[in-house]
């Protein structure tokens, strides 16, 4: 069967990128590679709309989000950590790994974060040294107003802001430098349109202050020693060659596309997507919409995991389903990373016959009709 | 310029692997991955010789050296830690960071350490609670009398014995469990002929019960979080699929030649290399060496460095040189991976031809022969 993958990481891969990757193998102490480690750093400074460095570590998005926390802070420090899905929770259970004393904010699943309330934690605790913050919870399809946030935490001469925008970068507008963003972290296997195995992370002036005084014990993920290899085109230790090799492969096909254009692709998708669910009937999970992911309420009497299961089984089509206490309750349509037009026509086409299957009552064509009619209102080319 | 790489990692990806690594994404939660993730955990258990559970991270070799720091010990324990080497010195930085309080035995580079070392140093202070060790030196070609440390070790209750096996699994015998190996290291780009970016890691029984008292932090290295998700053929975080997918590829390779084959095929080239550099008039640099690289003391008056420069732009071969104090002073052929006969012939070849350009008078072929000599002793089909 003919495999379709819609899920929000990894995504597909472009054959471009694969065929990158695909070429012999490089020595990382050798010219070539430190070439082409030079472009890529140089295209990440771009993509992350940063002055800084921005590294490249061996690992999974995880990686990036421990390292922002062991490289920031030190033992009994406070954070303030807004949860609010799977993604925020990982920032808490980081710190909370590394003895670091957690406030916590928590949002309602589906629902995003109200700056105002970062606001009152932190005039109520300037004891509190660093924000972790997510911009696009994947778990739940929300965008948080990052925006709002760098606004109450700026300016603040003590506070850092992390930010897991893993599901955010390429696909909507996280400039770093003009937001004043501390640290941000990114994983491959998203907008980037790569395999997983390869995390980013980019601090401010701010935080390598911080980082010179912060104690927390720290060794492969120490970001100090890759900055000091990194400023000099090559890294602390033996890096992901191939990925490092596929991601310069990515930038120059999201650099020949333009950041504007980037985002661009990624809303009307999004919009498109979020239409075909009104036109099928359903329910949107998010009322703060994400244009990485787009999380569907199951209809009342059918299994969210029956709907993954028969997408998967009888069509070849791999969506997600909800995690934790969403199991069965919500799916989740990607549209980060290498989509166009027809796979979304496709994930819907296939919920449509998926829902069918299973009893539900719609009108076959609906979904598909309502985000053909979005795609013709977003569309920029003749 | 038709290159050749012929380092000791990343080595060469045999084609078998790269195009398996093309293939379209899969996504790690689904079961298609998870069959690919217990055929290589399978496969792994079988290359390290362990019943126990062999751990995939994303990430390099130093960071399965980092995880068998931070999992097993905690802050102000002590650990012997057996430096010759830049490997061996890394174990020393990785305890340090971590604020292990370490003895030290520090063997001459070039040198093997002697057992009995470690005996009384763990005889003298009983408090010892780990001896980190390597098993194959890459910065000088040594290998260690791995077996004659374990069995001092062996059988002391509290102390662990920790091994950096990166360079030695794959190439020589290095049985797990029968030597009573308590956690082992091992990276991708190595003897399972990968690109860089997965480490893998197993404990004994007597590792993990350190490990439930084992104070350090850890997050993303987590190794009990790792072994609960990946006894279910799931991993704690987003793996890197395409490693993992190749790995599946190197390990039915591995298991067609059978273990006993590709360290006979490593022994083999090692010889080869070594007569080969007899044949030339030049000295090995270490006592004990390695079957993973063999590294060659660089003649009087002949600076290492332009031997490497002038192998790697006028030849095209890229050979790894000394580091640190061995800067200039040796040059290191790597027989660890998809290397055959004529690879090495190639790099001998290479050599002599570069050394004759240097001014250094050899007979040319005499390097060459001494290997095909060497072959035909060691040939073993018909």
Redesign the interface.
């Not at 990481?9 to 891969?13: A, D, F, Q």
């Not at 927390?216 to 120490?222: K, S």
């Not at 230790?237 to 990925?243: E, M, Y």
């Given at each position: 069967m003919k495999?379709y993958?819609l899920?929000a990481?990894?995504?597909?891969?472009p054959e471009r990128i694969?065929?990158a990757?695909?070429a012999?193998?490089?020595?990382?102490?050798?010219p070539a590679f430190m070439e082409c480690l030079k472009e890529t750093t140089e295209g990440l400074k771009w993509l992350f709309q940063t002055k800084q460095l921005v590294l490249q570590l061996?690992?999974?998005?995880?990686?990036a989000?421990?390292a922002a926390?062991?490289n920031f802070l030190s033992k009994g420090d406070r954070a303030l950590v807004v949860r609010g899905g799977k993604f925020g929770e990982r920032w808490g259970?980081?710190c909370q790994?590394?003895?670091v004393d957690c406030t916590f904010i928590d949002v309602e699943w589906g629902r995003s974060v109200d700056p105002q309330l970062v606001k009152q934690s932190l005039d109520k605790d300037p004891s509190i040294k660093a924000v972790y913050a997510t911009a696009s919870e994947t778990s739940t399809g929300v965008k948080h107003d990052l925006e709002g946030i760098a606004r109450v935490v700026r300016g603040r001469d003590g506070v850092l802001l992390c930010v897991d925008a893993i599901t955010a970068i390429g696909v909507f507008d996280v400039p770093m430098d003009d937001w004043g963003l501390d640290v941000v972290c990114l994983?491959s296997?998203k907008a980037l349109m790569l395999?997983?195995?390869?995390a980013m992370i980019a601090a401010s002036e701010k935080a390598w202050a911080a980082n010179a005084k912060a104690t927390?014990?720290?060794?492969?993920?120490?970001l100090l020693r890759e900055k000091k290899s990194q400023e000099k085109s090559e890294t602390a230790?033996?890096?992901?060659?191939?990925?490092i090799v596929g991601l310069r492969e990515s930038l120059r096909m999201l650099r020949e596309e333009t950041l504007e254009g980037v985002w661009a692709r990624h809303d009307r998708l999004a919009k498109a997507t979020r239409s075909a669910a009104g036109g099928l009937g359903l329910e949107l999970f998010s009322s703060s919409p994400t244009n990485a992911i787009t999380a569907i309420r199951v209809p009342g009497g059918i299994d969210g995991s029956a709907v993954v299961r028969t997408m998967?089984n009888r069509y070849g089509i791999?969506i997600?389903g909800g995690q934790d206490h969403l199991k069965g309750k919500i799916v989740r349509i990607a549209h980060i990373g290498y989509f166009s037009e027809f796979d979304i026509v496709t994930a819907i086409s296939g919920l449509e016959m998926t829902l069918s299957d299973l009893g539900y009552g719609i009108k076959p064509g609906s979904g598909v009709a309502a985000a053909q009619a979005s795609f013709a209102q977003t569309r920029t080319s003749p």
């Open positions: 495999e993958l899920t990481g990894p995504t597909p891969v694969l065929l990757m695909a012999p193998m490089l020595y990382h102490r050798a061996a690992g999974s998005g995880t990686a989000m421990d926390v062991c259970k980081i790994a590394y003895g994983g296997q395999p997983p195995g390869l927390l014990p720290r060794f492969y993920l120490d230790f033996t890096p992901a060659v191939s990925l998967k791999t997600a």
